[in-house]
């Protein structure tokens, strides 16, 4: 053995294509979340008492995006033996990825889930708003595709166009408002993915090309070669855990102007009320300054009573009593 992991991966074609078969919905999100709240509780113990688990906030996006993911990974199972679906697909030399590639009858897919629950979406020909806060998941999704089907057409050596999916998990309304192009990128509802997806026409491409394409987009050389994507089970074992432990969040509150409102990250001290110690000739200083201020009122009164001499005396007379020590 070469000792590099890597090297190994590449080397043994079962290892290459079950790292990225093993990959489940939502592995590389969930992950994320892991590490995020590990090193959250690593802070603050008490996020984490016996079998008490409170997901900190900096971990609430990703814990939610996992969840997304594998919603939507349950409903692409449904799809049948047509159909090759990859998850999590690792891609570029950092931690982007694919979230589901899915490769069928109707071409190639590149899906970005998204979960909002009880959310407003709107989509503009620019811009797409959840809860009216702008959003970047249209460039974001494109830019996933286009650099799949980079990757693809490489590796086959023609063309593969990858068509962009932008998926939402659990809104309460999806509005497409684009006078342009609808498919720059598609946006549906997870619950409408798996019909739309059957209702695709056939790509144009032969049986051989599409086998070429599967073929090409099983193999991690195509993407990003991650020497731990076949060891994934105990990261979404540990997930599953923590999902057991948290379940399922409820979405953000929401103001009245639409935005969301996140819960305030949580401190591992707790800081005393801060207190003042005044030296003596500090509290001199602050009994000169109320004498001032009281003697600046008396002015102002006098000033006042001799203006009004009908009630001015009695005014002046009540008011002093008031000011005075």
């Known amino acids: ?152 057409s490489r590796r086959v050596g023609f063309r593969v166009p990858v068509t962009p999916v932008l998926v939402f998990v659990g809104p309460d309304t999806l509005k497409d408002a684009r006078e342009g192009d609808r498919t720059a990128p598609i946006v549906v509802v997870a619950d409408h993915l798996v019909p739309w997806l059957r209702q695709q026409s056939n790509s144009g491409a032969t049986q051989e090309q599409l086998d070429a394409v599967r073929a090409a987009a099983d193999d991690p050389a195509t993407w990003h070669i991650d020497p731990s994507a076949a060891d994934t089970f105990r990261v979404m074992e540990r997930f599953r855990r923590l999902v057991a432990a948290v379940g399922a969040p409820p979405p953000p509150p929401v103001t009245a102007q639409g935005k969301l409102v996140y819960p305030p990250a949580r401190s591992s001290s707790s800081r005393p009320p801060r207190t003042t110690t005044r030296s003596p000739s500090q509290r001199e200083m602050a009994r000169r300054a109320r004498r001032t201020e009281d003697l600046i009122k008396l002015v102002v009164l006098v000033i006042a009573g001799l203006s009004f001499p009908v009630w001015g005396p009695a005014f002046i007379a009540a008011l002093t009593a008031a000011v005075t020590p």
Request: glycine share 8%.
């Open 1 to 152: 053995m070469s000792g590099d992991p890597e090297r190994e991966v590449m080397a043994d074609p079962r290892r290459r294509v079950s790292a990225l078969v093993s990959r489940e919905p939502g592995y590389s999100v969930a992950q994320k979340c892991l590490e995020v709240q590990a090193a959250a509780e690593l802070a603050d113990p008490s996020l984490h008492r016996g079998n008490q688990v409170t997901l900190h906030p900096d971990a609430w996006s990703w814990y939610v995006g996992a969840i997304g993911e594998r919603e939507v990974g349950q409903l692409l199972s449904t799809l049948g033996p047509d159909w090759m679906i990859r998850h999590a697909v690792p891609i570029g030399a950092g931690t982007a990825d694919v979230d589901h590639l899915v490769i069928g009858p109707g071409g190639v897919f590149a899906l970005n889930t998204k979960r909002h629950e009880k959310a407003k979406i709107w989509v503009g020909d620019r811009v797409l708003r959840v809860n009216n806060q702008n959003q970047r998941y249209l460039d974001r999704s494109l830019a996933e595709a286009r650099d799949a089907s980079a990757r693809l």
